[in-house]
Structures are given as C-alpha cells and as structure tokens.
C-alpha cells in the first residue's frame, strides 16, 4: 500500500475538521494546507499499519513520531505534527467521534532555543574590508559595518542614528533602543577614526552639498539611510567578502556578543552594551561559547 495512501473514511473526518476550523477561526490557507498535510501523513502511516484516525491509540501516535525522529525529522516539524494531532481529536472529542484523546497525554518534543547566526573574527574582517573606501559609498559602508560590529547595534538603532548623537572625542554614542531606553555605549578607536573619515570625506559627497538631514548615515540620493537600503549593503558587501552563510541584518551585532563573550566578558556587561532589558535574553551568547568550544574540542582533541 502506497506511504500516501489515505482512507477515504479518513479524508472525509480530514475534511470536516478542516472545514470546521475554517469556519470557527478563519484560518489561513497556509495554515490549514499545513493541517491537511500533517493529518494525512498520519492517516497514510496509520492506513499502512492497518489503522485509522479514529481507531489510533496513545501507544500508536507515540510509536508514529518515534518512526519520524528515527527519520530524522526536525524537532520543530514534529512539534508542528503533534499541535495538528491534539486540535484534531480535540474537534473528534467535541463531536462525539471518540471518547478518549489519544493525543492528550503525549509530550511535546524539546526544541531548545535556536542560536544565532554570527561570524567568526575572521569572516568579521573580511567583511569589514569588502568595501571599496576609494568611493565615497564604500567608506560609508565600511563605517557603517564598523559601527555596528563594534557598538552591536540594532540595524534600527543604527540607521537612525543622528549627528548629535556622537561624541567621538570621548569615544561613545547615545543610542535610543526599544520603548525609547536611551544607553552610552562605547565605540572603540578604530570605528572612530572611519567615522571621522566618513563624516568628513564621504557624507559631504552622498549629499550633493545639500545639508538637509542630521542622520549620521546617508543614502547615494543625500536622504537617510533605511534598512532596506543598508540589508543590501551587507549582503553586497558579503559576496564581495566571498561569505556564503546566510547573513541576517542582526549578523554582526550577534558576532559583537559572541566574540566579547568568548574572549571573557562579563554576561551583564554585554547586557548593558546590547541594551536588553532581561539577562535571559543575553544568555543565548553562553549557549554559543559553549558550542564552539564542544566545536574546537571535537575537530582538535585526540579523543574528540
């Protein structure tokens, strides 16, 4: 019997769930395609070993996600599976197609909390080196990328950065992050002296002699700097790098807390430099010293 081989007693309880959930919640059609594709992948497994949705017990739906961990399915789908199983007879429950959900007392598998993308030092510096500094769009880039790496800044808090905000003399800027919190942070010599040399030799150029914004960073067209416009900054700048990881606009603020993390920085200093409100949430960085050293162990240790 085919792997996708679905009952046609099953397909109609599929479609009637589908369309009840429809009807109740308005759900997308995102959402009930994944819904329909989870139930009769159930339904084929269960039809293969002489089952049905109705008949399936505990023991059953535990053996089926164990069948899909062996198969090494993520985590995340087969979490996204069980949520689909339980709202399923939840609704055979409410309609009196069966009296015990088989699917109540089964766990939901550990997902743990995905780690960030980052860089290694490395991959940092030769991003940082990618742009052409000869033109007055590339030392922009190169100050821009040297900011961020150097603060760990929100792209946010980075393209809305105003002149005003910059002491570079005493060597920090004030950044305004989420709800408004205001925090110092310091810069460093090298990201100074490229600001200096934007802001005098590049800014003047990018604003055609137009002095009509205070944003630190400005666009080819003289107008502030956007996200947008700055995501493809790094991803220019990546390829021109030869960096083939998938960069996100938090890349470099993530590698600024890796790195200060690896290189021994106290958890609450970073806290403070990245401006999270909660230390749980600046945690994540211990979880990504921690890989790369079981990393470094198992490619160099003699019994790694």
Request: proline residues 4%; charged residues 25%; hydrophobic residues 40%.
């Amino acid at each position: 019997m085919s792997e996708r081989t679905v009952t046609p007693q099953d397909q109609r309880i599929i479609d009637g769930f589908l369309d009840a959930v429809w009807m109740e919640h308005g759900l997308s059609e995102n959402t009930l395609s994944a819904y329909r594709n989870d139930l009769q992948t159930l339904a084929a497994w269960l039809c293969g070993h002489e089952l049905t949705l109705i008949a399936a017990q505990r023991e059953h739906l535990l053996e089926y996600l164990s069948h899909r961990v062996a198969s090494g399915v993520k985590a995340t789908s087969t979490a996204r599976m069980l949520s689909s199983m339980r709202r399923f007879y939840r609704y055979l429950i409410r309609e009196r197609r069966i009296d015990t959900d088989p699917s109540e007392l089964i766990e939901s598998p550990k997902l743990g909390r995905p780690l960030p993308d980052s860089l290694t030092e490395e991959e940092v510096e030769n991003l940082l080196a990618a742009p052409d500094i000869e033109k007055p769009q590339g030392l922009r880039d190169r100050a821009m990328l040297e900011l961020l790496y150097a603060c760990g800044l929100r792209v946010s808090e980075l393209v809305s950065l105003k002149i005003e905000q910059l002491n570079l003399r005493q060597g920090v800027i004030r950044v305004f992050g989420k709800g408004s919190k205001e925090r110092l942070v310091p810069i460093g010599e090298q990201a100074v002296s490229w600001i200096e040399d934007y802001t005098r030799d590049s800014r003047p150029v990018l604003l055609k002699g137009r002095l009509t914004t205070n944003a630190l960073f400005v666009t080819n067209r003289g107008g502030p700097m956007t996200r947008q416009a700055f995501w493809y900054v790094i991803k220019r700048n990546a390829r021109q790098a030869d960096i083939n990881k998938h960069l996100s606009p938090h890349t470099l603020r993530h590698a600024f807390a890796t790195h200060l993390v690896n290189h021994g920085a106290d958890l609450r200093v970073v806290q403070m430099l990245l401006g999270h409100s909660d230390l749980s949430t600046t945690q994540i960085y211990t979880h990504v010293a921690r890989a790369r050293l079981q990393d470094l162990h198992s490619q160099h240790h003699p019994r790694g």
